[in-house]
């Protein structure tokens, strides 16, 4: 029997399933109703489709999942009852947080309020402790009264505890005694050291981090132990379980649940880690990836074939401190409500119906109109053609509340009304769009639109002549893109280790011993996880900072050990990637180190995706018939032609207005523009 490779990408509303045939190279998937109270139903019933065709789960040799349990436990503030445990006299740190209100729109917000602390004063307790900066031991941490703070804990049942001391990425002598402690006290409780999950300085952005991953690593871990004891049950015996990771790598099940934290972006990065490897096929560099799924809307950057990272993102408000994708969400999705505000404008979210009631169209209990309620009216959906036919879609109901709700008090028809919601939202996903690109130095026309999810096909041509994308890409199956890009990554961790100094009076044999540990220690872990030495990567970098400056940029580095004339070379790397990012360099200023970064990847064996043949089948007989589609007062209501994807080949030129139908989403081709079915078969959308 052949051996496949089950990739899942649990979204708001429906989990995305990518079945790869490792034998033939053949890509299958399927759709199936996200479940939100039991988020591994989903999974189970998306391996159940795989089954029922015929493979044994045996055969799964590979299991990846993008998910967003975590996040949305931080989301939704529903994660485990948190304690915290800090330093002696320094238990304000996260009281305090940045001292600031924030940037943007918050600093005219007058009823700006700080997020909510997870870990609150009730539940913290300060130990007689004190590490200085250098790492040296001032005052040894009292094991007795730790002893007492942690039976404290208990008694007030916490279920996770997080451990921050000062300096203690330097010396992590006393937050390791802790651990002892909560081992022998209080084992049943879930702990985080911040030693253990970012080693840097920057007091309150660990802490910050720390307790996120504490509050939401028994949720996690709960989770991901249901999953697992459950695909043993069905049979499922491959040890190669993964879950994607913020940095665009992917996690034994083990590792996800001990740093958690690591996937509060595990859905979007799926999608990005794809674009990588289809704009690599089609020989495009620049991309700016557009993810619109059920409840939100993704973009993200990719430069010269790398995706932009950041150690510096956010959730919430609440900073995460760990290398991720810079991924910028908003509230624009399938399912977000659009009603009528208090001063009488359309306001279009940021509340979505989710999966469950969802869209008016569903037929299961919305009374809300949303962005798929005004795409059904409009025309761009077919009641009939829903995922295939397999959900049929109810026009008149949306039709009818629409009217009574939005259209009537505005004045409008429910064309008009439909319309002026799809252009609302638009604009909210181009603001989005800016965000990463043209607000950041970079001149969006040498970029091209990847569009994917459920809902981007729909949108992403209208938001291209928005924008002056000249060129448009929408992948074979945008709807699972990113658990397409699951069967793309590697098993990937990353590893830091604060060392300030200047950086041409480095101790290079101190600066190589560091290193040497965090490389003993990332070989190790994957070893840990079955990768042989000639399946490991190893990638160095540098975070340096002109003397002075707040803020550092990730540098490329040689992988150690280091010579002298390799921090020459780190010196230019360093003012050219400062001049990219912030236009101008200081070749006369100091420069030093902040911290050591080691990136480890266990290389997974290449899903290879193979160009498709053509059969010489005419670009008609891919056409299905025709329907009226509203494009807003520009071009009215107009006839389409209804192209099915699966029949579409290498070589074949539809013109706009058109649509294209398939399983997982819709494109629309607009009058001025027109698509090319590439290699790949990707469709190509140009100005005419």
């Known amino acids: 029997m052949a051996k496949f490779r089950v990739t899942v990408d649990t979204g708001g509303t429906f989990s995305d399933f990518v079945f790869f045939n490792e034998d033939t190279g053949e890509i299958t998937i399927t759709k199936v109703p996200s479940t939100p109270k039991e988020p591994f139903q989903a999974v189970l019933n998306g391996v159940k489709e795989l089954i029922a065709q015929g493979v044994t789960a045996k055969d799964i040799s590979f299991f990846s999942h993008g998910t967003t349990v975590g996040t949305n436990a931080l989301l939704e503030e529903k994660g485990a009852r948190t304690g915290l445990l800090v330093t002696e006299g320094f238990r304000g740190i996260y009281e305090v947080m940045e001292q600031s209100r924030g940037y943007g729109p918050a600093t005219y917000d007058l009823f700006f309020e700080k997020p909510r602390l997870l870990a609150p004063p009730y539940y913290t307790e300060e130990i007689p402790e004190r590490v200085d900066f250098r790492g040296e031991v001032l005052k040894p941490i009292d094991v007795e009264k730790s002893r007492a703070a942690i039976r404290k804990l208990k008694d007030k049942k916490v279920e996770s505890i997080a451990a921050c001391f000062l300096f203690s990425f330097l010396n992590p002598g006393h937050e390791l005694t802790i651990k002892e402690i909560v081992e022998s006290e209080f084992p049943e409780a879930t702990l985080s050291l911040s030693c253990e999950v970012l080693p840097q300085i920057r007091e309150f952005y660990r802490l910050s981090t720390t307790v996120i991953n504490a509050y939401i690593a028994p949720v996690m871990s709960k989770y991901l132990g249901l999953l697992e004891k459950n695909l043993r049950d069905m049979g499922v015996t491959t040890p190669r379980l993964y879950i994607m990771q913020s940095n665009g790598g992917v996690a034994t099940f083990r590792s996800a649940a001990e740093k958690p934290v690591a996937t509060v972006l595990s859905g979007p990065a ?54 991720m994708l810079d ?131 729909m949108h992403a041509g209208r938001i291209a002549l928005d924008l002056g994308i000249p060129t448009l890409l929408v992948p074979i199956t945008p709807g699972v893109t990113s658990a397409l890009g699951l069967l793309l990554a590697d098993v990937k961790h990353d590893y830091v280790r604060s060392k300030l100094a200047p950086l041409h009076e480095l101790n290079l044999e101190e600066i190589n011993g560091l290193f040497g540990q965090l490389v003993e220690q990332a070989k190790s872990e994957l070893k840990g996880e079955g990768f042989s030495d000639k399946e490991i990567a190893l990638n160095a970098f540098l975070d340096l900072r002109y003397a002075g400056q707040g803020y550092e940029l990730t540098v490329p580095a040689p992988l150690p050990p280091f010579k002298r004339e390799d921090m020459d070379l780190m010196r230019e790397r360093f003012d050219a990637q400062h001049e990219q990012a912030h236009g101008h360099k200081a070749e006369s200023e100091p420069v030093e180190l902040v911290s050591l970064r080691l990136v480890s990847l266990g290389l997974v064996p290449e899903a290879k995706l193979s160009a498709a043949k053509p059969t010489g089948r005419k670009v ?58 590439d290699d790949y078969r990707n469709l190509l959308v140009r100005m005419k």
């Open 270 to 323: 799926g999608g990005v880690i794809a674009s990588v490897g289809i704009s690599k096929r089609a020989g495009i560099q620049n991309i700016i990836t557009f993810d619109m799924g059920g409840t939100s809307c993704d973009v993200a950057l990719i430069h010269q074939g790398n995706p932009t990272l950041t150690t510096q993102g956010r959730i919430n408000q609440r900073p995460i401190s760990l290398p």
């Open 327 to 457: 991924i910028h969400t908003v509230s624009a999705g399938g399912g977000t409500i659009a009603r009528i505000d208090a001063v009488g404008g359309v306001q279009v979210g940021p509340d979505s119906a989710g999966a469950d009631p969802g869209p008016i169209c569903y037929g299961k209990g919305g009374e809300e109109v949303t962005v798929t309620d005004a795409n059904l009216i409009a025309g761009v959906l077919h009641p009939d053609t829903f995922l295939g036919g397999r959900m049929k879609l109810d026009r008149v109901k949306a039709e009818k509340v629409l009217e009574e709700k939005i259209a009537r008090p505005l004045g409008l028809n429910v064309l008009e009304a439909a319309d002026g919601i799809l252009k609302i939202i638009n604009v909210k996903m181009e603001e989005a769009i800016k965000a990463v690109s043209s607000q950041r130095g970079y001149d969006i026309r040498d970029f091209t639109l990847i569009a994917f999810g459920g809902g981007g096909p």
């Open 620 to 677: 008609e007989e891919a056409r299905t018939g025709s329907r009226k589609v509203f494009f807003g007062k520009e071009h009215g209501l107009l006839d389409c032609a209804i192209y099915r994807r699966d029949r579409l080949e290498p070589g074949h030129n539809i013109s706009g207005p058109a649509i294209v139908d398939q399983l997982d989403t819709t494109t629309v081709i607009h009058p001025e523009q027109q698509a090319t079915v």
